[in-house]
Structures are given as structure tokens and as C-alpha cells.
């Protein structure tokens, strides 16, 4: 199971098709999605024209695609007002910048025009070592070696500490996919926002299970209620 299988199999069979990117590199997903209203947002694309036409043949339904080469935050001030308003989005993938502020944002931001039936995809929220999860600097530092998921995790303890009407899980797969749907918490946790920015790496790796309320990957098909 990974990012592109539940995104994949979860607007085919629950026929979800406006799509939102959010952080797309070279369009690894992004090009395999089929829908007829795709946002790819990401200040710096790693595909050039030719790529882009070459994808048209592998999925024709790449004609259909609009690109923003901007920041996420650029993207929802200057344009989704105008895009995003009339038609809600159905299906959104947030994978752009893994800091705890700037990623909320976009699943706020995203949060704001989702349709009651939209699903959010969050990546990178269970980093399994401690070198994964350094501050954006401390990866440049390191000149963008190795994984990095961020603080993403912390993301997870903020809505599920302060939102009622979004639930939330980790799938366990994929540098922990999150899951982002309205509709009941099903169990929330407390924490201040005071607490949430103080907490370490070592506090999350002893909580992980229960601060992300991690579900095996599996869990996917039964929440959903999907076909294999
Ligand atoms: C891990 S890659 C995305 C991979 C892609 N979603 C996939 O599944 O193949 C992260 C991308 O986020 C982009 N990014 C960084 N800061 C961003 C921001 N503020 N807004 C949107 N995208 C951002 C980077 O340029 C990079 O291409």
C-alpha cells in the first residue's frame, strides 16, 4: 500500500475527481491521476514540456491539468479563491514542505475547500528515525540527503486536540500516509499548543501509535468500505 494506490483506488470506486497537489516533483502521481480537474501546485516542478506531453499519451486525462509554480501558501491566497469556490475539491495530497506551521496550513487551507465527501491525503507522518524528522534547515544542512518527513507528525496531535469535525488516522505504510475526512473524531487527544511545538522526537517515537492513532495498512479498505 502507498500514496498512489489509496489515492488511486479511492476516486475510482467512490468516483472522487477534483484533485489538489500539494508538492508534486516530477509528477510521479500527480501524471497518473484521472480526473478532469487536477491542481498541481509546487514552486519548483521537476518535468519539463516534453515530460508534460509525453505523460498525455500514457493518461490523455493529463490535457485537463493546471499548474501553479508557486508556494502552496502563494497558491491558496492568489488563486484557489477563484478555482476552488464553485467546484469543492473531492481528493487533495499534501506533500510539499514537511514543517508542522507551514504543512497545517495547507490541510487548513485544503480543509476549507473540501467537499463534505473529500478525502486528504497527508504524507510523511511517521518518521521512523530521528535524522528524519529535522527542521527544513537541518536537511539544506545537510544538503537534502535522505528522507525527510519533518514534524509532520505533529500535525496529527493538532487536529486531533483541537478540531470535532474531522477524523483522523495514519495508515501504516508509506512514511505514514494520514487520513483527513469530516465527520466525528474517533477519539480525540488534549494537548495545548504549547505542548504540541515542545514535544521531541523521542516523546513521539514512545507515542507514536496513539498520537497518530496508527491503523495497519489495511484498515484502508474497511474505513472506506473498498473492494480489494
Ligand atoms: C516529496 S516531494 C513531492 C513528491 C510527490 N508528491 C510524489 O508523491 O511523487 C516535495 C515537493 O514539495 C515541493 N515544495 C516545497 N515547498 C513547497 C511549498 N511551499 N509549496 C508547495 N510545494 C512545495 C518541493 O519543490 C518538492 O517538489
Given at each position: 500500500?502507498?500514496?498512489?494506490?489509496?489515492?488511486?483506488?479511492?476516486?475510482?470506486?467512490?468516483?472522487?475527481?477534483?484533485?489538489?497537489?500539494?508538492?508534486v516533483f516530477n509528477g510521479h502521481i500527480f501524471f497518473?491521476?484521472?480526473?478532469?480537474?487536477?491542481?498541481a501546485?509546487?514552486?519548483?516542478f521537476q518535468f519539463?514540456?516534453?515530460r508534460?506531453?509525453?505523460k498525455?499519451?500514457?493518461?490523455?486525462?493529463?490535457?485537463?491539468?493546471?499548474?501553479?509554480?508557486?508556494?502552496?501558501?502563494?497558491?491558496?491566497?492568489?488563486?484557489?479563491?477563484?478555482?476552488?469556490?464553485?467546484?469543492?475539491?473531492?481528493?487533495?495530497?499534501?506533500?510539499?514542505?514537511?514543517?508542522?506551521?507551514?504543512?497545517?496550513?495547507?490541510?487548513?487551507?485544503?480543509?476549507?475547500?473540501?467537499?463534505?465527501?473529500?478525502?486528504?491525503?497527508?504524507?510523511?507522518?511517521?518518521?521512523?528515525?530521528?535524522?528524519?524528522?529535522?527542521?527544513?534547515?537541518?536537511?539544506?544542512?545537510?544538503?537534502?540527503?535522505?528522507?525527510?518527513?519533518?514534524?509532520?507528525?505533529?500535525?496529527?496531535?493538532?487536529?486531533?486536540?483541537?478540531?470535532?469535525?474531522?477524523?483522523?488516522?495514519?495508515?501504516?505504510?508509506?512514511?505514514?500516509?494520514?487520513?483527513?475526512?469530516?465527520?466525528?473524531?474517533?477519539?480525540?487527544?488534549?494537548?495545548?499548543?504549547?505542548?504540541?511545538?515542545?514535544?521531541?522526537?523521542?516523546?513521539?517515537?514512545?507515542?507514536?501509535?496513539?498520537?497518530?492513532?496508527?491503523?495497519?495498512?489495511?484498515?484502508?479498505?474497511?474505513?472506506?468500505?473498498?473492494?480489494?
Amino acid at each position: 500500500m502507498d500514496r498512489e494506490k489509496v489515492i488511486l483506488t479511492l476516486m475510482k470506486q467512490k468516483k472522487l475527481s477534483h484533485y489538489l497537489e500539494i508538492g508534486v516533483f516530477n509528477g510521479h502521481i500527480f501524471f497518473r491521476v484521472k480526473s478532469t480537474f487536477k491542481i498541481a501546485v509546487d514552486p519548483d516542478f521537476q518535468f519539463d514540456t516534453l515530460r508534460k506531453t509525453g505523460k498525455l499519451f500514457l493518461n490523455p486525462y493529463n490535457v485537463f491539468n493546471k499548474y501553479f509554480e508557486k508556494t502552496s501558501d502563494d497558491f491558496f491566497r492568489e488563486d484557489a479563491p477563484g478555482l476552488l469556490t464553485d467546484k469543492k475539491l473531492e481528493m487533495a495530497l499534501i506533500d510539499g514542505m514537511h514543517e508542522y506551521d507551514y504543512a497545517l496550513r495547507d490541510v487548513e487551507n485544503s480543509l476549507n475547500y473540501l467537499s463534505d465527501h473529500g478525502v486528504i491525503v497527508l504524507h510523511d507522518c511517521n518518521p521512523q528515525v530521528k535524522a528524519d524528522s529535522v527542521s527544513f534547515e537541518e536537511w539544506k544542512a545537510r544538503n537534502f540527503t535522505g528522507t525527510w518527513n519533518g514534524d509532520v507528525w505533529r500535525i496529527l496531535l493538532h487536529l486531533r486536540s483541537l478540531r470535532d469535525d474531522i477524523n483522523v488516522f495514519t495508515l501504516d505504510c508509506d512514511h505514514g500516509l494520514g487520513i483527513v475526512t469530516f465527520g466525528e473524531p474517533e477519539n480525540k487527544l488534549n494537548y495545548t499548543l504549547e505542548q504540541i511545538n515542545k514535544f521531541t522526537f523521542e516523546d513521539f517515537n514512545a507515542n507514536r501509535t496513539s498520537w497518530i492513532n496508527l491503523k495497519p495498512a489495511e484498515y484502508f479498505y474497511e474505513y472506506f468500505q473498498l473492494e480489494k
